[in-house]
Every structure is written in structure tokens, then in C-alpha cells.
């Protein structure tokens, strides 16, 4: 009996190992970055050569500073989850923090507004149009992601 249930927990240990070396899967890339629905816009809007050059440099700015924007965001959440497991709480500067962090928040997405607006600027009146049509698709699916993001840090 006892060999049967020593041969039943090592059956398990091999199992558990084995499912554990399973490769995880590669989260996507995000839908601002250089993915498939992005180039399709791009074939879409049949830009010239120098808008190209101009939306890629517009998008490679962007991107650099949205990277900085979103780790100050960070570290101001580690800071505000520092201060509020502190025994004493500093109320003034919990508050000051929430309000820096929405501030970020805010400036963040009046840059990708921005950014869009720019883009929006250097197309032809056909090119808005298809530009403008994408729109709400590429919002949904950032609200997904977004959301997505939020329940997997819960």
C-alpha cells in the first residue's frame, strides 16, 4: 500500500513538473505598436513617402514618451502604495499623490489625443476619412486591453 501511494505522489510531482515547463504564452503586442491591424491602416491610407516619414516620426516620438509618462505613473503608484501601508498615514501626501497620478493620467491621454490630431493633420481629405473610421475601432480596443491590464493586476 505504501509503495502505491509513494508511486501515486511521485506520478503527481512529474505531472506538476511537467505542466510548470510548459512554455507560457507571448502577451501581444500592444495596438499602438507596429501590429497587423496598424499596417492595415497604413495600406489602407496609401500615404506618400514623406507622410510616411512624418507619421513615423510623430509615432516613434509618441511612443518615447508615453514609456516615460507611464513609469513616472508607476512609480507615483508604488510611492502611494508605500504611504499607504505606512502605520502612520501621511493623509496630505496620499491625496497629493492621487491627485499627481490622475494628473498623469489625464496628460497621457490628451497626448495620444494629440498624437492622433497630429496624424489627422498631415492626411489628404480622403485619408481623414479613413483615418476618422478607424477611430472608434482602435478605442474599443484599447478599452479592452485596458481593461484586461486592470483585472490582471487584481
Same mark, same amino acid.
Given at each position: ?31 499602438? %505598436? ?10 489602407? =491610407?496609401? *500615404? !506618400?513617402? #514623406?507622410?510616411? /516619414? +512624418? ?27 508605500? %504611504? ?10 496620499? =491625496?497629493? *499623490? !492621487?491627485? #499627481?497620478?490622475? /494628473? +498623469? ?39 479592452? =486591453? ?7 493586476? +487584481?
Amino acid at each position: 500500500m505504501k509503495l502505491f501511494v509513494s508511486g501515486v505522489f511521485f506520478l503527481a510531482l512529474i505531472l506538476s513538473l511537467q505542466l510548470n515547463a510548459q512554455p507560457r504564452h507571448q502577451k501581444r503586442a500592444p495596438a499602438h %505598436e507596429d501590429g497587423p491591424g496598424n499596417k492595415k491602416l497604413m495600406e489602407q =491610407l496609401n *500615404l !506618400t513617402d #514623406q507622410q510616411e /516619414e +512624418q507619421v513615423s516620426k510623430l509615432r516613434s516620438e509618441h511612443q518615447l514618451n508615453m514609456i516615460d509618462s507611464r513609469a513616472e505613473i508607476r512609480k507615483l503608484e508604488v510611492q502611494l502604495n508605500d %504611504e499607504k501601508r505606512k502605520k502612520d498615514l501621511d493623509e496630505e501626501k496620499i =491625496l497629493s *499623490l !492621487t491627485k #499627481q497620478i490622475g /494628473e +498623469q493620467k489625464a496628460d497621457l491621454q490628451t497626448r495620444s489625443t494629440q498624437m492622433w490630431l497630429n496624424v489627422y493633420n498631415l492626411l489628404d481629405e480622403k485619408q481623414k476619412e479613413i483615418w476618422k473610421d478607424h477611430r472608434p475601432e482602435r478605442k474599443m480596443r484599447h478599452e479592452r =486591453l485596458r481593461h484586461k491590464r486592470l483585472m490582471d493586476r +487584481q
